[in-house]
């Protein structure tokens, strides 16, 4: 269960890193 845990802070981290690049690079362009 905390595997699973884990897996999913990860996977937050990433998606968020991911939002937080594609708005920077929108409000750039835009």
């Known amino acids: 269960?905390?595997?699973v845990?884990?897996?999913a802070a990860?996977?937050?981290r990433d998606?968020?890193?991911a939002k937080?690049?594609?708005f920077g690079?929108?409000?750039h362009v835009g």
């Open 5 to 7: 845990f884990v897996i």
């Open 15 to 17: 998606v968020g890193k």
């Open 1 to 3: 269960m905390r595997l």
């Open 25 to 27: 690079a929108f409000t």
């Open 10 to 12: 990860v996977w937050a």
């Open 20 to 22: 937080l690049a594609a």
